[in-house]
């Protein structure tokens, strides 16, 4: 507050500048615009919030930015699984962990959104930052796409987001079991420095973005940086579209 107060004051002072002010004359301006805030503080909440607004619009100028520069490592990595309607006329692309509580809670929500609308396309960004658990079923489920392609790892996807437990090899065994797949195979290829290489990628391009935090999502050039609602999502996407 105090910081914000200086800036104002000095922003106040700006036609002053130019003129040649003693000391004495400045401290009486200051001690005028001291009184004038603390009489009137609701005007450090209208400057608190033309800064708040003005940093946000910062802030989306600059992931549109970030968006457009990283659009081919977003939206067309042959290693990224591609859901919903390949050819459709929205992208979303969305980092999620396995682990994370507010990525299973948007995973129905993004699914209804998805498979109601019929027109997007939908990218998974396999971003594990959870620990090892997080690690160990990513590894599974790119692994998984890699042995029994994209049907296999849809299916390993959703049951995951849906899992509730910890995550063990054991555990992974039974999933792959209960699909029909080469546990065998997709075990072997878990440690492969392909699976590798894409987690590691994803790393890096969410690092780029500047993205920390799961779920984050990417609406064609807009981030979304956690949990959004469906009835928001779609507002978004139809937002997008007009």
Known sequence: MRLLLLALTFALATPLAAQEMTDAEREAFRAEVRAYLLENPEVLMEAIGILEQREQEAQVQADVALAQANADAL??????????NPDGDITIVEFMDYRCGFCKRAYPEVSELVSGDGNIRYII?????????????????????????????????STLMEFEGNI??????????????????????MESNEVTTIINNNRAL???????????????????????PLDQMQQIVAAVRG
């Open 75 to 84: 939206f067309n990595d042959p290693t990224s699984f591609v859901g919903g």
């Open 125 to 157: 960004k396999e971003f594990p930052i959870l620990g090892e658990e997080s690690i160990l079923a990513s590894r599974f489920a790119i692994a998984t796409r890699m042995v029994a392609g994209d049907e296999a790892y849809d299916d390993v996807h």
């Open 168 to 189: 063990s090899e054991a555990s992974l065994q039974r999933i792959g079991e209960a699909f029909g797949l080469d546990t065998d195979a997709v075990f072997a290829e």
């Open 206 to 228: 969410a690092q780029r973005m500047r993205i920390s935090g799961t779920p984050t999502f990417v609406v064609e050039d807009q981030m979304l940086r956690g949990y959004v």
